[in-house]
C-alpha cells in the first residue's frame, strides 16, 4: 500500500494558498502533500537583451530550495558559488512550461519572473513548482489588467504539472520521496488544460520501461493534470485581498 | 506618529511559530510585523576543520532572501554565483550571536548550523533572524537531550536582538523599512537575558551621533530585548509536537 | 520536401570511426550528416566520494562545443567560466543513458569518463553524442577484458538516441538544423538495443501537442533507433587497430 | 603590564607618511606601532550606476591584505578568487566612515576610491585604515581644488578610528595583536573631530559586557580619536611636494 | 636515435587540412606529427572596447585542449570554471604572434578571433597552433575581400612557429612529448616569413644554457620556420572549395 | 636621451632594503628606480600534492600589483576575482626563475612561496620582482640554516633579471615605464651568477626584430644583470637585524 493509504491513481492533497507574501504582483503557496513551494510573480518593465525592441515580453523562472527543505542539509548553493545542474535543468523546464501558455506579444515588452523557492521537499517539487507558478503568474496578470497596464490577458489556457512513476512495477501517480528513491521509471508531464503536452520527460532509474508502460503512466498522467487544474481554478474563483504593501 | 500607531519605544507584533518545517531538528518562522524569516537549525555530526579533534564543536549560520522578498525583485545570489557584503556581514553577526549563548565543550564534536532565510522584508531581518534564531537553537539542543546525544544543554543562556535608531530626531525602536530608510541612525543590538551586550552596531546614515542620542538608543534596545526574551520563553514553553519526518 | 532529398522516416548518413584518436581507451568520431561529435572514453582506476568502499564502479559524461562548431560563433565556456545550463542538461543525459546499459558492481572501482567535444554542428549533437559514447564505451571496456582488468564485460547491452520533431504538422526522424529551428515539438529519445526507453525528452517549443502526434513520434524513434543500433553493431564488427600510444 | 610599557589609556607610536607612492591623488603610509597600511586616494571623472545624472560623487573604500602581512602567510584574495567576508565588511565600514564626512553633492559626479593595503599587521588594521584614508582624502581633495576641479572642499571635517576592549578585565585602548588574541570584548570606534559618532561596533568574543564597561570603553576610544585627530592635523599641517609623475 | 628516425634538424611530418569544418569563415586541421590542432577563424563586425571608433580592427586568439587530448585525462576547464595559467599564456601568445603580421587599420573595425583547439597533443601544440592560425586567417580574409568587405589584404606577410630544445646536450628540432618531457631547455621561436622574429621564448628547465647552446637552437629554429612557412604556402596555393554552410 | 640622462647601457638607481617587514622569512624592498615591489619569502612545512612523499621541496612564487601602483587605477583582482592572464604569466616566470637556482632535494618537503607585490609601478616590475626575490629567498634559506633546519643551503647560486628593447632603433637597458610603452621590441632576460640564461622571452611590440637586434639586446641585458648579481651580493653582505615578531 502506499504511505496515507493512498490508491495507485491518487493525488496528494494539494493546498494553493494565494497571496502568501505581500510584495509579489503574485504569491502563492502550493503544497503537494508534504511537499512545500512558494511562488512568487514579478513584473519588471523591461525584457532581456534578446528581445529589445521587439515589441515581445519574456517569461522566465528561477528555482531554489531552502538549505534545510530536505531530509539532511544540503548547501546553500549562493555560498557554494554557483547552481547545480539539477537546479538549472529545473528553472530552464519551468520557464518553458510557462511560455508554453503565454502570448508574448500580447504581455508587451516586459518581464514576468516566476521565483520558486521549495520550503519543504518530499518528492515533485518540479511539478508542484509548474503548478503553483501558473496560478501566481495569473495573479501578476489579473493585476496588470486591473491596472490598465494590460489590455487582455496574455495567457492562453492553464497549464500544470505532475509525476508519475513505476515502483515494484507498479504505476504510481504523484510520488512522494520514498517512492521516488524507490522507483524504477521516474516521468515528469507538463499539460495543458486543453489535455496537451508541454512536457514529457521520463528517465529509467533502473530498468528500462517498455511501450505499454509508458502509455500507463501517460494515462495516470493525464487524469492527475485534469483535477490539478480544476484546482488551480478552483483557487483563482476565490476573490484575493491585495495586502497594500 | 509612526505607522499602525506604535509609540516610539513599541515593539511590532511578534509571532514566533515553532516546528514551521518537519525536517530540521529545530524550525522555527518568526515574524516582526510584516518581517518573516524562516530559521532552522540542522545537527551534523561532524566540525569544520578549525575544531577537529578539539573536542569542542560549532555553532554557525548563513542567511538569505529570497528575491522577492522585498518590494522590487532583487538577484538571486546563487544565480549571480557569489553572496553580497552585506548578506556575508549578516552571517557573520548571527553565528557569532548564537555561539556567545554556547559552551561548545558542552556541545561535543558537532556542528550546529542556522539557516536564516528571509520570506518576507520589512526591515529587522537580522535581528529577527537573530532572535528566531535562538529558538530554532533551543529545540535542537532539546531534541540532542531527549535522543540522549547530550547529557546536558550547552546553552547558557538566551540570546535576542533588536533595531533601534533615530528617525528625524526622534529614537525608535524596533524599525520597520519606511522608518529605516528614512533614519539617521540605525543600531542593532545584540543582548542575552542577563541583559549584557554581546554585540553593538551603530551606523550613522546621515549626520554623526551623540553620546546622550546613544545612551538613549541603548535604553530603547535594552527594554526591547527583554520584551523579546521573554516571548522567546513563553514560545518555548508551549509543547513541540513533531512530525515523524 | 526535406534537405537532400531525405523523406520523413529516413536517417542522415551517419559514420562511425573508432580510435579517431590515439590516447583515450575508447575514441570515436561519429557524424549525423554535417553533425560531427568526437566521443572519448577515458579509463581511471578511481570513484567519486558517494562510489568509493562501495565496490562498484562509476559512469559519467562531460560535453562541450568548439566556439565555432556552429554557425555564428558562441562564446568558449572555459574563458566565460562556467557551463551553460544547456551543456549541464546534455552531458546529465549522456551519463544517465550510459549508466542504463552498464552493470556498475561488474565494473569495478573505477570511473569511465566519456567526454564528447562538438567538432561541428548542424542539430542533433547530444543524440549523436550518445550514439557515439557508446561504441567508445565498448571500445575502453574490450580493452579493460582484453588486458585481463575486467573478467566480463559490464555492458548489459547497446543503447542510442535519436532526436524526433514535428515540422508545419510533419513528423521527422533526424532533424537537422534548419528543421528543428523550425518545429513546433522536439522529442529526444534514448533506448536499449532491446527497444525499451532509457530517456523520453518532449518539448512543445510552439503549439502544445497531442497524445496521437507523441505516437507518431515514438514510432519515428523507434524506427530510427534501430538502424542506429545497427551500425553501432556493424563499426564494433571491424577490427580496431590500435596506435602504441 | 602592555607590552613597550604602555598605560591602559595610552596609543602605540603613531606615523603619518603623506606622498608615500607617486601616482595617486593622495598616498598616505599610516603606522600604529607596526601595523602598517598604505593608503591611496584616486579620483576618477565618473560615478557607479546609482549615482549617474544626480550631481552627486561617490566616496568608496576597498582592503586587502598582503598575504604575508601576518605572522604566517594567509591565501592572496585574488588567486583564491574571492574576497572574505571579512574583508568585506572592512572595506564597506571604512566607506561608511569616510562618507560621514563628505558632502557628496559639492564633490560632483566624480569617484574618490581609497585603496587601504595593509602591508604589515599587528592589530587595528582597520583603525589604522580610517584614519589613514581620512588623511589620503584630503590630500587629494587640496589637489582637486588646486587644479581648480573644485570651487570648494566637500569634507565637512575630519574623522578617525581606532580599537577598544577588555583584557583580563582591563579596558585598554588601541589593541596590539597579542592583545587582540586575548580579548573579551573588542570593540572599534569611529568618530568625527566634533567628537560624534560615526560607527561603533562592539563584540563580546568570550563573555558578554555590560553596560558599565561599554561606557569605560567609550571614554578610552574618545580620548584615543581625539589624539589621533590631532595628529591628523599636525601631518597635514606640512607642505607636501608631489612628485611631477 | 630520435623516435621514427629523426635526424636533429628534422620537423616531423606536417599536414594541412583547409576547410576542416563548415561554419568558420577559415578552418584548418594542423598535424605536426601526432599532435592535431583544429584552428578556426572567425570573422564579427564588431571590436573590443579599446578599438571602438579607432578605426582598427582587432586579431585575437582562444586555446584549449580536449580533456583527453592527452595520455591521461586532464581537468575540462569550463567544468573547473577556469583557464589554467598555462593556456591563458598561450592564447595570447598566439595572439600577439597573429597581430605581428596584420595591419590593423587596413583590416578595418571588425574582429578576427583564431580558436585553436587541440584533439591530440604530442608536443608542440603552441607552435603547431601559430602555424595553422595563420593559414586559417588567410583563408578568413580571402573571403572578406572575394565578398568585397576588404579592398585589399591586412596581412603582411608569413609567420609560423616551431619549438626546438636542448636533450642530452644535444640541440634538438620540434620536440615531440618525449623529446619535451626529456629536455632541459625548450625555447618556442615565432618568425616571420621574411626571417625575422616575432617571439622568442626560451627557458631553463634543468641546468641553465649558454650563449652558444641558444646560437645553435635559434639556427635550427630559423630552418624549421622556414620550412613550415614553405608548407604553408603549398597548402595554401591549392583551391579551397568552400561548403555552403 | 633617455630619462635622467641614462646612457643606454646605464641601469637605473637601484636600492635593495632587507627586512622591510618583519613577520617573512625574507622580506626586501626592491627599488629599479621609480618601480617598488615588496619582495617576501615564506617557509611553510608541507608540500603541495604533486610533491608529497617525494622528499623534495617546493619553490613557487605569486605576484600583484596594488590598484594604484600605477598612473590610473586598476581593478582589484580579488574584487574582480580572477587573476589576470599577464598577472599569472609573471607569477609562473617567477618561480619558474627561483626554482633555476634551488635544488628542491636539499630543500627538503617544505615550500618556499615568493609573493612579490608592487607597490608602485614605473615599468620593469616583472625584472625586479625576480632579482628581489633571490634576496628574500636568501635571507629566508639563511634562517632555515642558523635553526639548524637546513645542514646546507640549497641555492646553488644567485639569479637575476632585467628588461631590455629597442625604442626608435635604439637598444636600451632596463626600460621605464615611458620607453617601454614606445618601444618595437621588448626583451625580459633571466641569467645566473655564471651568466647563463634561465628565460630569455623576447616580444615585437611593431615590427619583427633581426637577429643583429637580438644579439645586441642580449649584450646588454649580460651587463645589466652581470651589475644586479654584484648589488645582490653586496645588499647580503650587509648585517640583518631581525625583529623578534
Redesign the interface.
Known amino acids: 500500500m502506499r504511505p496515507h493509504d493512498r490508491s495507485p491513481d491518487q493525488l496528494r492533497p494539494v493546498r494553493i494558498t494565494r497571496g502568501f507574501?505581500?510584495?509579489?504582483e503574485g504569491?502563492v503557496l502550493i503544497e503537494f502533500g508534504?511537499t512545500?513551494v512558494?511562488c512568487?510573480a514579478?513584473v519588471?518593465e523591461k525584457v532581456p537583451p534578446h528581445k529589445r525592441g521587439s515589441g515581445e515580453g519574456w517569461v522566465t523562472a528561477?528555482y531554489?530550495m531552502?538549505?534545510?527543505?530536505?531530509?539532511?542539509?544540503g548547501d546553500?548553493?549562493?555560498?557554494r558559488?554557483?547552481?547545480s545542474?539539477?537546479?538549472?535543468?529545473i528553472?530552464?523546464l519551468i520557464g518553458?512550461s510557462l511560455r508554453?501558455v503565454f502570448d508574448l506579444k500580447r504581455l508587451g515588452e516586459r518581464t514576468l519572473?516566476i521565483?520558486c523557492?521549495v520550503?519543504?521537499?518530499d518528492g515533485g517539487t518540479r511539478t508542484a513548482a509548474i503548478t503553483g507558478a501558473f496560478v501566481a503568474a495569473q495573479d501578476a496578470v489579473s493585476l496588470l489588467v486591473a491596472r490598465g497596464k494590460l489590455a487582455a490577458s496574455p495567457i492562453t489556457g492553464p497549464v500544470a504539472a505532475v509525476s508519475v512513476g513505476i515502483v515494484e512495477g507498479q504505476p504510481l501517480l504523484d510520488l512522494e520521496y520514498v517512492e521516488d528513491v524507490a522507483c524504477d521509471t521516474d516521468?515528469n508531464v507538463v499539460?495543458?488544460g486543453?489535455g496537451?503536452?508541454?512536457?514529457?520527460?521520463?528517465?529509467?532509474e533502473g530498468?528500462?520501461?517498455?511501450?505499454a508502460e509508458?502509455d500507463e503512466l501517460?494515462r495516470l498522467a493525464e487524469k492527475g493534470i485534469a483535477e490539478l487544474v480544476g484546482l488551480q481554478q478552483r483557487a483563482l474563483a476565490q476573490p484575493l485581498e491585495r495586502r497594500a504593501?
Do not use: C
Not at 66 to 73: D, E, F, G, K, N
Not at 85 to 89: D, F, L, V
Not at 196 to 204: D, F, K
Open positions: 507574501t505581500i510584495h509579489a504569491s508534504d512545500r512558494l512568487t514579478s519588471e528561477e531554489g531552502l538549505p534545510r527543505a530536505t531530509h539532511t542539509r546553500r548553493e549562493a555560498a558559488g554557483k547552481q545542474g539539477r537546479t538549472q535543468e528553472q530552464r518553458r508554453a519572473t521565483d523557492d520550503l519543504q521537499a516521468m499539460m495543458t486543453a496537451h503536452y508541454v512536457e514529457v520527460q521520463g528517465t529509467a530498468v528500462a520501461f517498455t511501450r509508458m501517460l504593501a
